[in-house]
């Protein structure tokens, strides 16, 4: 069919409005991906190391990225927002963001359940853990590219006293992340309450909370030291971040960019084992150049610690991936 003038014109208009706007929608594959990091490029921030490993090794295969820090993309929600919609290709976030999708990723955090660093890496490597979060965030385009280590395991913060053993613990309220966590405090004899990370500095200065259990790195970064000066290193539990991919995006990947990708996922991720292990054993000193007082404990009370904090397992993660935590702890234990 022959279409007038006045309607092959209007046409034409329409081709090159829509051509136009799919040059806006579409990110560029000329302008690179976009890895969106929360921290700025310090060292203490294992997001940016991991994200700069990862572009750099890109840039060297030939495939242009571009890291963006400070939370420029938005916070971790709307990161990850985007990155189900297509709109950012990667981003480092908070476990809470896979927790909300799948409560498995609990079982990192979840109190002595890996005897130290090297142990939960292990299981990382050695089990389906990571292939099984995966497969859960499928619904929501999102992708895991890996589980990251954050510093040091989890010790015990608070302004008050040194805790030596779990009877120190008595009469003190810590800030807990969510409901679950009231739990692990009572097994362990004290109290907690829910508050937001955002609050915990008021918090601390009100007296609402005495302290909280985290990495050295959370205090550091966010200079909680400036309150809280006494530390017990207890390993219980170990923090981790997770490298977020989306899923349409890597799912449209040529074959030799997606091996590209694959590639340096794993030569960033075992940077980031490596960067662990050096922050992890800096950070003791690190707190005490700070005025904490650190305390570490005894074989016996961190046994004891380990003890009240099984008791509160059932509470902390579902008795599903309790079981699977378990089973994969176990066979990776040395």
């Known amino acids: 069919m022959i279409l007038p003038p006045n309607r092959r014109k209007t046409m034409r208009i329409l081709a090159i409005l829509l051509l136009s706007w799919l040059a806006f929608a579409t990110p560029s594959a000329a302008a690179g991906l976009r890895i969106a990091v929360g921290c700025p490029a310090v060292d203490s921030c294992g997001d940016w190391h991991w994200a700069n490993d990862f572009s750099t090794r890109l840039r060297e295969r030939g495939v242009a990225s571009e890291v963006v820090l400070g939370g420029a993309l938005g916070p971790d929600q709307s990161v990850v927002d985007q990155m189900s919609q297509g709109l950012v290709e990667v981003g480092l976030t908070n476990f809470v963001m896979v927790r909300r999708i799948d409560p498995l990723i609990l079982g990192f955090l979840t109190p002595y359940m890996f005897d130290d660093l090297d142990h939960m890496f292990r299981a990382i490597a050695q089990s389906d853990v990571q292939s099984r979060i995966d497969a859960s965030l499928a619904p929501s385009r999102l992708k895991l590219a890996a589980i990251l280590g954050v510093g040091g395991p989890v010790g015990i913060f608070n302004s008050k006293r040194a805790i030596e053993k779990p009877a120190d ?23 907690g ?22 990495p050295p790195v959370v205090a550091l970064i ?113």
């Open 169 to 191: 613990l008595a009469g003190l309220r810590f800030r807990a992340i969510d409901r679950s966590q009231l739990a692990l405090y009572e097994a362990w004899g004290t109290q």
């Open 193 to 214: 309450v829910v508050v937001d990370m955002a609050e915990v500095s008021t918090s601390l200065q009100s007296g609402v909370i005495d302290g909280y259990i985290n």
């Open 222 to 334: 966010f200079q909680h030291t400036d309150f809280l000066k006494f530390y017990t290193d207890a390993g219980a539990g170990i923090g981790v971040r997770t490298a977020l991919m989306s899923r349409d995006w890597y799912a449209g990947l040529d074959a030799k960019t997606r091996a590209a990708v694959d590639e340096a996922i794993a030569h960033a991720t075992e940077n980031n084992r490596a960067w662990t292990r050096r922050v992890a054993a800096a950070e003791l000193k690190t707190l005490e150049t700070k005025g904490v007082k650190v305390t570490t404990l005894s074989p016996e009370m961190r046994k004891q610690f380990g003890d009240l904090s099984r008791k509160a397992w059932s509470a902390l993660i579902p008795p599903q991936h309790l079981d699977y935590f378990v089973a994969i702890a176990g066979k990776s234990r040395k």
